[in-house]
């Protein structure tokens, strides 16, 4: 899997560590957490491709905009 992302006026690839699928999938056969509530139990931020059909959130896109812009701060 590759994700397409424009980097001042150059459009790039990024090939993720790790690519999960679905956040509703079970983190194993007898496992009762999703990806997704794991994510959650552990503070971690996740997305779901199949679910939204957009390969990055637009709030994960606004988030980026505002830090490189200096309006936010962490």
């Avoid at 560590?17 to 983190?27: A, H």
């Avoid at 997305?47 to 059909?53: F, G, I, R, Y």
């Amino acid at each position: 899997m590759k994700i397409t992302f424009t980097s001042p006026e150059q459009k790039r690839t990024y090939t993720p560590d790790f690519p999960v699928s679905n956040s509703k999938n079970k983190i194993g056969k007898k496992s009762k957490t999703t990806y997704g509530k794991w994510c959650e139990m552990f503070g971690f931020k996740y997305h779901c491709v199949q679910s939204t059909k957009k390969e990055i959130p637009d709030e994960w896109l606004k988030e980026i905009k505002e830090k490189q812009n200096g309006k936010t701060r962490n």
